[in-house]
T-cell receptor, first 116, second 117 residues
Framework: EPEVTQTPSHQVTQMGQEVILRCVPI?????FYWYRQILGQKVEFLVSFYNNEISEKSEIFDDQFSVERPDGSNFTLKIRSTKLEDSAMYFC??????????????FGDGTRLSIL | AQKVTQAQTEISVVEKEDVTLDCVYETRDTTYYLFWYKQPPSGELVFLIRRNSFDEQNEISGRYSWNFQKSTSSFNFTITASQVVDSAVYFCALSEARNNAGNMLTFGGGTRLMVKP
């Protein structure tokens, strides 16, 4: 069964550094998402991406964050000037067809980001 | 604004017991979708079920069943004859139907289920 792939599984970064989290969505999916989960808390929406542009973003997704689909397969989340509170599990998800809310989002295994 | 509440933060049962996980949601939309995801100790999020707001039929899949009641804005999940492998955090989530692309999921706080042998 196709799956969403995220790399790395664990990223350790010094505070203030930039980090890029990578995702390969399921190949025929059109909609891409990033969520984060601070340890022990709920999963929170960050951003959705469709047709090479952001379609929706949350309050969390400020200027520190950016997303990109640099080629036909990868979907990346960049966090500039990381802060301690950015430490969390970051999940990439994808779904297909329109309307996207009608289809389940399939999640990757997550990248655990630890900011020191 | 949409909101999902899972009042039970943690439930502990003994293997073979039945257990129901509660989910209550709030939305102003008449068309919306409800989901359950499982997060085992390994951390990934596993999709379990999707329900749209027009389909109030209960669903059964093996030992899992779901009870959707619009009148009480609830979408509860029951595991029959629980097993140790069911131990996980279970999240209920809501997505509102809109015309724009990429509809976000709003998750509840999750219920940690511990099934003891």
């Amino acid at each position: 069964e196709p799956e969403v792939t995220q790399t790395p599984s664990h990223q350790v970064t010094q505070m203030g550094q930039e980090v890029i989290l990578r995702c390969v969505p399921i190949s025929n999916h059109l909609y891409f998402y990033w969520y984060r989960q601070i340890l022990g808390q709920k999963v929170e929406f960050l951003v959705s991406f469709y047709n090479n542009e952001i379609s929706e973003k949350s309050e969390i997704f400020d200027d520190q964050f950016s997303v990109e689909r640099p080629d036909g397969s990868n979907f990346t989340l960049k966090i500039r000037s990381t802060k301690l509170e950015d430490s969390a599990m970051y999940f990439c998800a994808s779904s297909w067809t329109d309307p996207p809310s009608n289809q389940p989002q399939h999640f990757g295994d997550g990248t655990r980001l630890s900011i020191l | 604004a949409q909101k999902v509440t899972q009042a039970q933060t943690e439930i502990s049962v003994v293997e073979k017991e039945d257990v129901t996980l509660d989910c209550v949601y709030e939305t102003r939309d008449t068309t919306y979708y409800l989901f359950w995801y499982k997060q085992p100790p390994s951390g990934e999020l596993v999709f379990l079920i999707r329900r749209n707001s027009f389909d109030e039929q209960n669903e059964i899949s093996g030992r899992y069943s779901w009870n959707f009641q619009k009148s009480t804005s609830s979408f509860n999940f029951t595991i029959t004859a629980s097993q140790v492998v069911d131990s996980a955090v279970y999240f209920c989530a809501l997505s509102e139907a809109r015309n724009n692309a990429g509809n976000m999921l709003t998750f509840g706080g999750g219920t940690r289920l511990m099934v003891k042998p």
